[in-house]
């Protein structure tokens, strides 16, 4: 079973509710990225194999899941490649790490939300 945690920036108020860093449930194994073009950190998918010992894909080959130029930001985030945005800049984010908005370190607080 995944975790995820709630991530706070106590300079610009930024919150996220990630796993910080790597993850796996019982379908699928993730990681989190931070995206230097939207300025949010996400979860993703990098295998439906979740016991896979491989590494899975390079930081290259993630793709923001945020919302594409133009987009309000309002739709839901399914995952799919609608709502995708491969042009981003995006890398793997582990806790300690810094706040994507603006630089600063993030405290962690308590599991919110346990996934499988």
């Keep these: ?34 995206c230097q073009d939207c300025g949010s950190l996400f979860d993703a998918v990098i295998s439906d194999e979740p016991w896979e010992k491989a590494a899975g894909p390079s930081d290259e080959e ?11 930001g309002d739709s839901i985030d ?5 709502h995708s945005n491969p042009s981003h800049h995006v890398k793997r984010w582990k806790f300690p790490g810094p706040c994507p908005k603006c630089g600063q370190g993030m405290t962690k607080g308590s599991g919110v939300v346990y996934w499988d």
């Excluded at 995820?4 to 990225?33: H, L, N, W």
């Excluded at 993630?62 to 309000?72: I, N, R």
């Excluded at 399914?78 to 609608?82: A, K, P, R």
């Design 1 to 34: 079973m995944g975790t995820s945690y709630q991530f706070i920036c106590s300079k610009c108020d930024y919150e996220a509710v990630v796993s910080g860093g790597d993850d796996v449930g019982m379908a699928c194994r993730t990681t989190t990225i931070s």
């Design 62 to 72: 993630l793709v923001c899941p945020g919302p594409e130029s133009g987009d309000t």
């Design 78 to 82: 399914d995952g799919s490649s609608e």
